[in-house]
């Protein structure tokens, strides 16, 4: 008599974890018949190293340590460093700045953070105490001895008792005219000249052209911003809040100069 085997039935359990994100809690709210405001908490204020940032570290600051207190000075973000417990991370905070890190537009403010770590440090953030701080990736800690981990200790310490806060130079932006005009338009003049010469009123400068733009709908040719009108005049709105973030605002001006180049300019 034969006897079958017994069927092993196997039942696996599947455990899914949620992760909290953060959203944005703003809405719009109407104003009057045509026209509405967003009010309420956005996720650039609710998650601060969300920010899309578009910044030139200045030549002053030579060291990356300094660049990454450089970037983090507008969030209230701070460099964690225990002098007391000399870690990995000095040793990046003393290298020297690389030149293609000084530029660092169209990412966040965590992305930026990345870029400056290189390829051998990661950025571990607190969100709690607003700090930073970088670990040596695994695959690179064979390249670090004690030794290197403590000269890089005491260079950062004497660079922080010599320079107690990192200043950071800000060049004041011309003022506006007392009128809020510019004119008339000269031949030779771009919207962009035009634009860097006036200030960006705290924006980049494509999302400052897209103001002034969409201020003066009159003063250019089929509806594209590289088709000035000489002898235009020019209204300056003097509002510091943008109508979209800088992303989105550089590949608009792309288009605008796309459909310019290509003739396709009132289509």
């Not at 034969?2 to 039935?9: S, V």
């Not at 207190?69 to 040793?91: F, K, V």
């Not at 011309?174 to 924006?203: A, D, F």
Request: hydrophobic share 40%; charged share 15%; glycine share 6%.
């Amino acid at each position: 008599m034969k006897f079958k085997k017994p069927l092993l039935i196997v039942t696996l359990s599947l455990c899914l974890s949620s992760v909290g994100m953060a959203q944005d809690h703003s809405q719009s709210v109407s104003v009057n018949r045509y026209s509405a405001i967003e009010i309420g908490v956005t996720l650039e204020q609710s998650s601060l190293l969300q920010n899309v940032v578009d910044i030139h570290i200045p030549p002053s600051i030579n060291i990356v340590g300094e660049g990454i207190r450089y970037l983090l000075a507008p969030y209230g973000y701070l460099i964690n460093t225990d002098e007391q417990i000399p870690s990995e991370q000095t040793i990046l905070l003393m290298q020297v700045l690389p030149e293609p890190h000084r530029h660092l537009a169209l990412m966040t403010v965590v992305d930026a953070l990345t870029v400056l770590g290189g390829e051998s440090f990661e950025p571990v953030i607190n969100p709690v105490t607003r700090t930073v701080q970088y670990e040596l990736k695994e695959s690179y800690q064979h390249y670090v001895t004690p030794l290197d981990i403590e000269q890089a200790a005491f260079d950062w310490s004497e660079r922080n008792r010599q320079i107690e806060t990192v200043v950071i130079e800000v060049i004041p932006e011309p003022p506006l005219n007392p009128s809020h005009i510019y004119g008339p338009i000269l031949s030779g003049e771009s919207l962009g000249s035009i634009t860097e010469s006036l200030g960006l009123n705290g924006m980049s400068l494509a999302q400052r052209m897209i103001q002034i733009f969409q201020e003066n709908p009159h003063a250019f040719s089929g509806g594209n911003m590289n088709a000035l009108e000489i002898g235009a005049q020019l209204s300056i709105p003097v509002q510091t809040t943008a109508s979209m973030p800088p992303v989105e605002a550089a590949q608009f001006v792309r288009d605008q100069y796309s459909q310019w180049s290509e003739g396709r300019v009132g289509q």
